[in-house]
């Protein structure tokens, strides 16, 4: 990948599925944990998710929200 891929989960979310996913497909990510609370509603946060949830994913400009979606 020319970009990098950015995962943006909570240990306690179901970002644990995405994670499984990206593993199991052998894909090359950063992961930026976001903590539940005033961080996961920072402006910093909403510019990538605007529901202000985990998990989501970014690479380049693209970002997908969702786990099920994630995983398609």
Do not use: D
Not at 5 to 26: H, K, Q
Not at 37 to 55: D, F, H, R, T, W
């Amino acid at each position: 990948m020319s970009q990098k891929l950015v995962f943006y989960t909570n240990p306690r979310s179901r970002g644990r599925i995405v994670r499984w996913v990206l593993e199991e497909l052998g894909i090359e990510y950063e992961t930026k944990i976001i903590e539940y609370g005033a961080q996961m509603k920072s402006p910093e946060y909403l510019a990538i998710n605007p529901m202000g949830k985990v998990p989501a994913i970014q690479h380049g400009e693209v970002v997908v929200t969702e786990s099920a979606a994630i995983c398609t």
